[in-house]
């Protein structure tokens, strides 16, 4: 008896969350798949210690510390550098607004290192505080604070406009002018 309504009342969690665990591992890692795997991971490892876990004040932070923690081992383990995805877009969303800024955005913070890109996610899509985020990476404040400084910076470079380019004879010419008419040879 006892044993059933501990199941119920996982089960009953689990279920109301995961959607939103979906979600934060899929900004992870940036793949359906893998980010399902990453769930079952964490919801497995919750079960196993759902004795204690279910009395917590904050359970869903437990749970998401776990699904960050597990991310990152995957992504040190010699597995994430063995496989290579093929590049599929993503199924999105229904009635997403934009859905070509996502996909750059999707894009730009796939192409972060793991520990910048879980920064990130935890601290603007999981809405944590430095400090907060700083316990799920188990690391200081500071490293979270110039992890997200870092991977802010690079989401910006990767979402800049690019500026169109002209052809490399036009791109000699101008040179050649600005250096007072003259081409210099090296040689």
């Known amino acids: 008896m006892l044993t059933s309504r501990r199941d119920a009342e996982f089960t009953e969690f689990v279920a109301a969350r995961m959607t939103a665990l979906r979600r934060v591992a899929y900004l992870l890692c940036q793949d359906w798949h893998r ?6 991971a964490a919801i ?17 932070a437990y749970v998401r510390t776990i699904l960050v923690r597990e991310y990152l081992s995957e992504r040190r383990s010699g597995w994430a550098r063995r496989v ?8 999105q969303p229904v009635g997403q607004p934009d859905r070509d800024a996502t996909l750059d955005l999707n894009a730009a913070l796939g192409e972060l290192p793991a520990r910048q890109r879980a920064t990130i996610v935890l601290r603007y899509f999981c809405d944590l505080s430095v400090e907060q985020a700083a316990h799920v990476l188990d690391c200081t404040p500071g490293t979270v604070k110039s992890q997200t400084a870092k991977g802010l910076g690079a989401l910006r470079q990767a979402l800049e406009p690019s500026e ?24």
């Open 35 to 40: 980010a399902d795997d990453l769930v079952q």
């Open 44 to 60: 497995t490892k919750l079960y196993a210690n759902w004795h204690w876990a279910s009395v917590m004040d904050h359970t869903e």
């Open 84 to 91: 290579s995805l093929d590049g599929v877009v993503p199924e």
């Open 164 to 187: 169109p380019n002209e052809s490399d004879a036009d791109g000699e010419r101008r040179s050649a002018v600005a250096g007072g008419g003259k081409a210099r040879s090296h040689g």
